[in-house]
């Protein structure tokens, strides 16, 4: 998963769009980036039945470092890089692809696609937190806020795992890696500026967590299995749709949105990955995953919405002789 878009310069950096005019094709386009999405953990659960972990996220990694490396390709990027450039991409790729990509799908086999979901979606977050502790960002008063409501939706939605143990604390702590992982990952993009487009960040990161994945499951996985027709779907949805058009998607939509707009389907993707774990596969929402998930998703506006809508107000013109504020 990515989550930074293509700007105007080489460092990966998103140019901010103009908030005016937007028309509604990119509004749809958001929408079916947040279904597909969010529709991802619950396929993943899916697939995990009939397929090993290992194969099936090398399958997905070396189909979504293809699918970005096209697609920076035709937007004329060059795919060479440097020896240093290719080291620094291959610790990147731990944190943003490899970690993100065994953990959640280790922790699928032990939690509900729901729960996993708004877990995992607490990414933010933790790069809050490894901002502060690597680049010394300051942590402000609105991301307290934001921490201190998204840590309070983990509490009410794992704490009773943790005090009843079992099989779901792993998946719990599984998925927490994950986040943290990926938590991690941005900010280290942000430490080292690696002068290159976003695309071309993204392919390689996928392409290179991919390779140890691919020689795992040579040695771990049984190829003796067999998949479903729902499995195949689940698999295309997740590989094609998640891997590949999604990011398709998201680099199109980070190119005509602000990103205090473009942060929104962040906010809804695990609202609807609770929705579609609850129609697809049967899982109980109950008044835990309601709270958790109302908490996690505040916390997430307050920490990725909130500052961006606050800059604008910030830097708008004063007005001139023939205008006034409203």
Not at 41 to 55: C, D, Q, S
Not at 139 to 160: D, E, Q, R
Not at 170 to 180: D, K, T
Not at 291 to 317: D, E, T
Request: aromatic share 8%.
């Amino acid at each position: 998963m990515s989550a930074r878009g293509e700007g105007a310069d080489a460092s990966g950096r998103s140019a901010e769009a103009s908030s005016d005019a937007i028309p509604m094709s990119t509004f749809l386009l958001l929408g079916v980036l947040a279904l597909v999405w969010g529709s991802v953990f619950p396929a993943i659960k899916v697939v995990l039945a009939e397929m090993p972990v290992l194969t099936f996220r090398a399958l997905c990694l070396i189909a979504g470092g293809l699918g970005v490396a096209a697609l920076a390709t035709m937007r004329g990027r060059s795919l060479a890089v440097t020896w240093p450039q290719l080291r620094w991409l291959a610790v990147l790729s731990l944190f943003n692809s490899l970690g993100w990509n065994i953990f959640t799908a280790y922790g699928l086999l032990y939690l509900p696609a729901g729960r996993a979901i708004i877990i995992g979606y607490t990414m933010p977050l933790w790069s809050v937190i490894a901002a502060a502790l690597i680049l010394g960002e300051r942590i402000t008063a609105t991301k307290v806020i934001g921490l201190v409501l998204g840590f309070a939706g983990l509490a009410v939605l794992v704490g009773p795992d943790l005090v009843t143990f079992g099989d779901a604390p792993i998946g719990v702590g599984l998925v927490l890696c994950a986040a943290i992982s990926w938590g991690i990952g941005v900010v280290l993009l942000k430490w080292r500026d690696m002068g290159m487009a976003t695309t071309v960040l993204a392919a390689w990161q996928l392409g290179l967590a991919s390779l140890p994945l691919i020689v795992a499951a040579a040695f771990v996985d049984d190829f003796d299995w067999r998949m479903s027709g729902e499995g195949w779907f689940a698999l295309a949805l997740v590989v094609f749709g998640g891997m590949v058009t999604a990011h398709l998607l998201w680099f199109t939509i980070v190119k005509r949105l602000p990103a205090s707009i473009a942060s929104i389907s962040t906010l809804v993707i695990p609202v609807i990955g609770v929705i579609v774990g609850s129609l697809w596969l049967g899982e109980t929402v109950g008044a835990a995953e309601i709270g958790a998930l109302a908490l996690v998703v505040a916390g997430l506006f307050v920490v990725l919405v909130l500052p961006s809508l606050r800059g604008k107000r910030l830097r708008r013109p004063k007005p001139g002789p023939n205008q006034s504020l409203p």
